[in-house]
């Protein structure tokens, strides 16, 4: 299902276009009446992804839309993209969107840090439009090995990130799946299986205990 074929990711800019051309190819290609008119990054942190990504795909601000938690890490209203429409999400309730209101929906690297995955994966489902598409990067982690190693990253990222500012100590909830736990988890949820591949921020690519996948995905 996963192959080693990957392109290499340095900057949110490159990060919409990839996922523009992933979208093209394994979507609009094989769906060419499918139209994309509203987009919702799940997760969205600063929202810099979901507003090169909605650029990319043609839509305008009103269509671009992030969601996230109102302050985490690195993420927080100061540092959030205006050229977005924001709401804030309140962990363990309803997502703040209509039935059946969006086309596509993403989620990069935020699925591993939800506790009730099952519940959010409901109200993702229940957001997007019957056919629509959801789009996710995620870890792809095997062993206790790997786990560690990963939170090992998440607190060098985040020391990095807040370098300089009052307080860089956080707490964060992790439980890191591979690709093969995803897939059964999504099926269960209403989602079937499109295309994925390993991807990679580094122009020399070696699968390594951080490493992670893209997967889209489409709703039943």
């Known amino acids: 299902m996963i192959t080693s074929n990957c392109l290499p990711i340095n900057s949110d800019i490159d990060f919409g276009n990839i996922y ?12 060419p009446n499918f139209v994309i008119n509203k987009y919702l990054d799940f ?8 507003y090169y990504l909605g650029h990319a795909i043609g839509l305008d601000k009103k269509n671009i839309y992030g ?11 100061k540092k959030r993209n205006p050229d977005i429409t924001f709401n804030t999400y309140k962990e363990n309730e309803p997502v703040p969107y209509e039935d059946n209101m969006f086309d596509i929906i993403s989620s990069f690297m935020v699925l591993h840090h939800i506790k009730k ?9 229940r957001c997007l ?23 090992i990253e998440h607190n060098l990222y985040n020391t990095i990130t807040l370098k300089g500012e009052e307080d860089t100590k956080y707490d964060f ?22 295309q994925s591949n390993y991807d990679t921020a580094n122009y ?17």
Do not use: P, Q
């Not at 056919?131 to 990963?150: A, C, K, Q, V």
């Open 43 to 50: 997760g969205c942190g600063t929202g810099n992804k979901a």
């Open 67 to 77: 969601v996230d938690i109102e302050e985490w890490s690195s993420y927080y209203d």
């Open 129 to 151: 439009k019957k056919g629509g598409y959801l789009i996710l990067r995620e870890h792809d982690l095997y062993n206790n090995i790997d786990y560690m190693i990963t939170d």
């Open 204 to 220: 020399k690519f070696d699968i390594g205990s951080t490493r992670f996948i893209y997967a889209i995905y489409k709703k039943r």
């Open 173 to 194: 909830y992790s439980r890191y799946f591979n690709w093969i736990e995803l897939d059964v988890i999504l099926d269960e949820y209403g989602f079937d299986y499109i």
């Open 20 to 31: 523009r051309d992933r979208i093209n190819k394994y979507i609009l290609k094989h769906n």
């Open 117 to 125: 995955l099952g519940f959010v994966l409901a109200e993702i489902n």
